[in-house]
């Protein structure tokens, strides 16, 4: 049936649907905003479920509260969609990936900032964003926007700097924002003696596929918790390579 | 005055399609579901 449509127009129709489809998935990805989108698919199952059993009463609520809950969309995520259409203008709709060379350049300064306040036994938190969307964390702490560099990461995390507490985020080249909340890991099978930055760092990395990477205050150890898994006393070699393993998958 | 040229990065096509590759396939489903149901709804008002 579908082919009987199959021409140029078509495609080219489609394929524009496509791109703005996964623009608005992949702004939504790790935000509140996958919410929205469960509650609509939710709804719009409802609705056929409904119709093929002929419940006329319940399609008529169920089309009112549609509308309804659209109004109440637009006003409760207002910002998540005003970004939404932003990036819609951005370059390359489907591609925003790194190159190797600037992943090894961005890992080369967290891994030397790293070992510096492993040195001084300074402690540190750094969440590195993959895929998921870390917008909710972002928004816990304060906006940087700055070009990563060791020595920023370093000025952060001096215990009497103002965003030393909490973590930073990392998102490509820039520390996007410092002093941000990370959810507690829960987990029982956890050390009773482990500190609460690196229940931090393990609880963020259950809720996304974060790499976050934590410095001891009290020992200088270095650790790494990839998907709610810690792996603890790396060296700065050690971190580098896992790290560059799990980039460039 | 100074003229900036745009810097073309090498388009990796691998990665091009591997990044976010489930997450485009899901969209590409979505599109066509969309675009089914959209123009059967034109089809069906040009009918009447």
Redesign the interface.
């Known amino acids: 049936m579908?082919l009987r449509?199959l021409n140029a127009r078509?495609i080219l129709?489609?394929i524009i649907?496509?791109a703005v489809?996964?623009r608005v998935?992949?702004s939504l990805?790790g935000t509140r905003g996958v919410y929205i989108i469960r509650g609509i698919i939710v709804l719009i199952i409802s609705y056929f479920i409904f119709q093929k059993l002929g419940l006329t009463v319940l399609i008529w609520l169920l089309t009112n509260f549609f509308a309804f809950y659209l109004i109440i969309i637009v006003v409760i995520f207002q910002p998540e969609l005003r970004e939404a259409l932003i990036k819609l203008g951005q370059r390359h709709i489907?591609?925003?990936?790194l190159?190797k060379e600037e992943i090894e350049k961005i890992l080369r300064e967290i891994v030397s900032a790293v070992s510096i306040l492993s040195r001084k036994k300074i402690g540190a938190l750094i969440a590195i964003k993959r895929?998921m969307g870390l917008k909710d964390y972002i928004e816990s702490g304060v906006m940087v926007n700055a070009d990563l560099s060791s020595e920023l990461l370093q000025n952060i995390f001096h215990p009497l700097a103002p965003l030393h507490d909490g973590g930073v985020i990392v998102e490509g080249p820039k520390i996007v924002a410092a002093s941000c909340l990370f959810p507690h890991s829960d987990s029982l099978n956890l050390e009773k003696g482990i500190g609460m930055r690196h229940r931090s760092g393990i609880g963020l990395s259950e809720h996304s596929d974060a790499l976050v990477v934590i410095v001891s205050e009290e020992n200088g150890h270095i650790s790494l918790a990839i998907n709610g898994q810690l792996t603890g006393d790396l060296t700065s070699d050690d971190l580098l390579t896992i790290l560059k393993g799990q980039l460039s998958k | 005055m100074k003229i900036k040229f745009l810097k073309l990065r090498k388009l990796n096509i691998k990665e091009l399609i591997t990044y976010n590759f489930w997450l485009k396939m899901i969209s590409l489903g979505i599109a066509i579901v969309v675009w089914l149901y959209v123009s059967n709804q034109i089809t069906k008002g040009l009918k009447i």
Do not use: A, H, M, Q
């Open positions: 579908f449509f078509t129709e489609i649907l496509w489809i996964y998935l992949v990805k489907f591609y925003k990936g190159g895929e």
